[in-house]
């Protein structure tokens, strides 16, 4: 799959998942009556990407497209609340699923149309604009005209680099959306604590200079400057070579990456197309043959699930930093 064609294609550690799954409402909990009281802290308005939502309790039947979307509801305590979920790059986080499997898979990939409006979604939250195809009828302002809510993470509509400030702002608005604020808050916290603990353990090191690889024969589809997948190299003590690309992903010529000289590969493992092969790819190509990761063999490996905008953040600057750095105190 893509997503810019990064939108077209396609963490939260154990010890905070108990708690916060503890504080999650039990499935068929009592709705308040429909005459009853606002719920605290609501009306709730928000604009994400564009679109200004006035929330008068939270949704009650929300559809998820995308891992880090549904990851993050999961790690909200939110399972009760997803009628319907669609499309994974990668197996939902062990601690995940017991809540996962009791949730309604409307498709592998996207839902059409009609299957997720056969859902009864009275909001629909999406990871990759790709969720909101308006030639699938599922655009934002069509749902809007059913009256669904909805919700883009804010990775593909933020101008600039997206980093852990966007990551505080994704889960603290879902989270009051739904009405959890406390639980955004405590998740934040621990993605926060544990990110700073890489960044002190290899601050004094080398920052060696990073090349993803995502995907890409004729040329080289990459990790640019504007997406999350940036901000998690620098953060486990690495540069990468194609920060000044003004995207999230793209294509790059391999010639530009030759004349980079990356001193190691990243390899985003997804898909049909195992890491081996990416590997032999690189390595069977003599026109990368000096390129000192290649000539070096300098791999290290990130899932795809672990570098967009979701509770995977903290997971992948640990395990990076530990690729990147094995000898770091």
């Known amino acids: 799959m893509s997503r810019s064609r990064a939108a077209l294609r396609s963490l939260a550690a154990l010890a905070l998942l108990t708690p916060l799954a503890a504080c999650g409402a039990p499935a068929g909990a009592e709705r308040p009556a429909a005459d009853a009281r606002p719920a605290p ?38 399972q009760d609340r997803i009628a319907g979920t669609a499309y994974l790059d990668d197996s939902v986080l062990p601690a995940y699923r017991p809540a996962y499997d009791k949730i309604k898979v409307l498709a592998g990939e996207y839902p059409s149309k009609e299957v ?115 901000e998690i190299v620098a953060l486990a003590g690495g540069t990468n070579v194609f920060a000044d690309l003004k995207d999230t992903f793209g294509d790059v010529s391999w010639e530009k990456v030759i004349e980079r000289r990356p001193e190691v590969v990243l390899i985003y493992d997804y898909g049909g197309t195992t890491v081996e092969s990416k590997k032999r790819r690189l390595l069977n190509d003599p026109a990368l043959a000096q390129v000192p990761a290649i000539k070096n063999q300098r791999f290290v490996v990130l899932p795809l699930s672990s570098a967009v905008l979701g509770v995977r953040v903290a997971d992948a600057v640990e395990s990076l930093g530990r690729q990147l750095h094995p000898d770091a105190a």
């Open 116 to 230: 997720l409006l056969g859902a009864d979604p009275d909001f629909v939250y999406g990871g990759y604009a790709s969720a909101f195809d308006k030639a699938q009828g599922r655009d934002r302002e069509t749902l809007a005209k059913s009256g669904i809510n909805s919700r883009l993470s804010v990775e593909y509509c933020t101008r600039g680099p997206v980093g852990l400030a966007q990551l505080k702002t994704e889960i603290t608005e879902v989270a009051r959306t739904f009405g959890v604020p406390e639980r955004g808050a405590a998740l934040i916290g621990d993605e926060q604590r544990r990110v700073d603990a890489v960044t002190a353990r290899v601050k004094d090191a080398p920052k060696p200079s990073v090349f993803v690889y995502d995907s890409g024969e004729g040329s080289a589809f990459t990790s640019g400057g504007e997406g999350i997948g940036n």
């Open 41 to 78: 802290g609501f009306p709730y308005t928000v604009t994400n990407c564009g679109v200004t939502s006035t929330f008068q309790a939270p949704p009650e039947r929300a559809v998820t497209m995308n891992q880090h979307a549904t990851e993050i509801m999961l790690a909200l305590g939110l």
